[in-house]
């Protein structure tokens, strides 16, 4: 069960008296199904789509189980579901648990435990077309009726923007923690800050923001080359009092490894090393 500030939270707040975020903001969180434990549940969002947010969680799922953890992705972006891919999983069904009640995460090879719509699709090029309340729906199954075992991190993907869907899971899931994902021009027209007003209104803690595709490196002159204008990331996190936690190149290469199901080959020991030790600092609170 993902604590709030009280190490003892059965996140039912009708019977506890802890004066806690979740309390405040005066909507009961789900419970985990039966058996299942997760420590810390952090959302990955962005302001918009196709800034990097399921690349960027892919990467640090990807990163916090090399550094021994146990890691798990409950994939939320359901009309958009991009993380099998990434961990080159197939869309062939999920299985059941041994009383058939809840469904068993894929694991990836490196250990990642992942649950996601594209892996219950018969096809993955199927489109979800789903009303925003039955989507709301398959995210809250994926919380309580998946076998979650033992996990240390469970990295959400969000679906992006700040409407119906992203709320309700807000709402819904007993979130520690939201990292930003962003790119330099969704700066410019801040809808970061959106975001960032989102999940304030839902006293959700801000670990960060992550820039991502936020320069290219000239491979003859390794010249940083800002493709898509200066960036203003520093002074947004000056302003919103945010830490800056990486700074992510436009990297075809890193694409091509996505594309490929290879996303655990990806090297980021240096580029998420800020975002890696705030998880770490995170789980010891
Ligand atoms: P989102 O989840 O925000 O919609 P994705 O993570 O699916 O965005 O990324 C959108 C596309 O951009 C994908 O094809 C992905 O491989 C590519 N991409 C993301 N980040 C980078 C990067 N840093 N360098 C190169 N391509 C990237």
């Not at 604590?3 to 789900?30: D, T, V, Y």
């Not at 709402?171 to 989102?198: C, F, N």
């Not at 999940?199 to 080359?225: D, R, T, V």
Request: glycine residues 8%; hydrophobic residues 40%.
């Amino acid at each position: 069960m993902a604590e709030q500030n009280n190490s003892s939270c059965s996140s039912h707040c009708g019977s506890c008296s802890a004066n806690c975020p979740s309390r405040k903001s005066g909507i009961e969180k789900l419970p985990l199904g039966e058996g299942s434990s997760v420590k810390k549940v952090i959302g990955i969002v962005s302001g918009k789509g196709g800034v990097g947010k399921s690349t960027v969680c892919s990467l640090l799922a990807s990163a916090m189980n090399k550094e021994g953890f146990h890691v798990g992705i409950l994939d939320a972006d359901i009309t958009g579901p991009s993380i099998p891919k990434a961990f080159g999983l197939l869309h062939d069904g999920v299985a059941l648990s041994e009383d058939g009640k809840s469904m068993v995460p894929e694991t990836s090879n490196g250990g990642v435990e992942i649950i996601s719509t594209n892996l219950l699709l018969e096809n993955e090029t199927d489109p979800v077309i789903w009303r925003g309340s039955m989507i709301a729906n398959a995210v809250k199954q994926f919380w309580q009726e998946v076998e979650w075992k033992e996990i240390d991190y469970l990295f959400v993907d969000m679906p992006p923007g700040t409407g119906d869907v992203p709320l309700t899971v807000f709402q819904s899931l007993p979130i520690d923690g939201v990292i930003i994902v962003t790119s330099p021009q969704d700066l410019v027209s801040m809808i970061v800050e959106k975001a960032v007003r989102m999940a304030e209104k839902m006293n959700i803690p801000i670990l960060g923001i992550i820039e991502n595709m936020s320069y290219l490196l000239c491979p003859h002159c390794n010249e940083k080359i800002n493709v898509f204008g200066e960036s203003h990331i520093e002074e947004l996190c000056q302003k919103e009092g945010l830490e800056l936690l990486a700074k992510l190149p436009i990297d075809s290469q890193n694409a091509s490894y996505m594309d490929a199901g290879a996303v655990e080959a990806i090297d980021t020991k240096e580029s998420l090393k800020t975002a890696v030790a705030c998880l770490k600092k995170l789980i010891q609170s």
